[in-house]
Nanobody
Framework: QVQLVESGGGLVQPGGSLRLSCAASGSIFSINAMGWYRQAPGKQRELVAAITSGGSTNFADTVKGRFTISRENAKNTMYLQINSLKPEDTAVYYC??????????????????WGRGTQVTVSS
């Protein structure tokens, strides 16, 4: 299957910045859409930003202008640059991707994977 590993979270003061990374590994054949989600305590998981294999992006209204999403297809890696952080951005940030992987000689199967999350805490 395909594994996703996030990194780059941490504790940052309001107004600060972070860069999150999501690395996909496994017998990957192709990755379609990738996205970042977040879940704050007591709240549902929500989409923050997404990017297609062609580079088209979309963002939640609450992060437009502050977050930038990008990906390096050759490295199967996605990034989230987070600027002007606010306390309400505090959450666990999860990476998601879907695509296909090699399941045997001449065979591919679809995958839909989540990472385990990275904590982002914004506090003074």
């Amino acid at each position: 299957q395909v594994q996703l590993v996030e990194s780059g979270g941490g504790l940052v003061q309001p107004g600060g910045s972070l860069r999150l990374s999501c690395a996909a590994s496994g017998s990957i054949f192709s990755i379609n859409a990738m996205g970042w989600y977040r879940q704050a305590p007591g709240k549902q998981r929500e989409l923050v930003a997404a990017i297609t294999s062609g580079g088209s992006t979309n963002f939640a209204d609450t992060v437009k202008g502050r977050f930038t999403i990008s990906r390096e297809n050759a490295k199967n890696t996605m990034y989230l640059q987070i600027n002007s952080l606010k306390p309400e951005d505090t959450a666990v940030y999860y990476c998601h991707a879907d695509g296909t992987f090699h399941s045997g000689v001449g065979y591919v199967q679809s995958f839909d994977s989540w990472g385990r999350g990275t904590q982002v805490t914004v506090s003074s």
